[in-house]
């Protein structure tokens, strides 16, 4: 049987890009461990900026969609993000999530 997937919507605190830029590598190496188990989906930041090169705006949030075998495991999993400990998010939400179309399937 298929893991589900769930989404992981994540709020940023305001001003939160040096928080961000500290912790980002142990966030990174996480999200490359699902990458490379075949659970990933998709995962980025939500720029503050529509000009997609401009980090230095800042970021409002992240989203990360994954396989987990439970919602308890994708909320684990997300509670152990590395920019919680940081002080980045202000909010964590996880919901579990059915993809139906789109680029991102057909390469899976």
């Known amino acids: 049987?298929?893991?589900?997937?769930?989404?992981?919507?994540?709020?940023?605190?305001?001003?939160?890009?040096?928080?961000?830029?500290?912790?980002?590598?142990?966030?990174?190496?996480?999200?490359?461990?699902?990458?490379?188990?075949?659970?990933?989906?998709?995962?980025g930041p939500c720029p503050l900026s529509e000009v997609p090169d401009d980090t230095q705006a800042g970021f409002s949030g992240s989203v990360v969609i994954a396989a987990f075998t439970s919602l308890k495991e994708a909320k684990q999993w997300a509670d152990a993000d590395p920019y919680i400990e940081a002080g980045v998010y202000q909010q964590v939400e996880v919901k579990p999530y059915k993809p139906v179309l789109g680029s991102a399937l057909e390469n899976s």
């Open 1 to 43: 049987m298929t893991m589900p997937y769930f989404v992981i919507y994540s709020q940023d605190i305001e001003n939160s890009l040096e928080k961000r830029m500290s912790a980002r590598p142990a966030h990174i190496d996480r999200l490359k461990a699902l990458n490379e188990e075949g659970r990933l989906l998709v995962a």
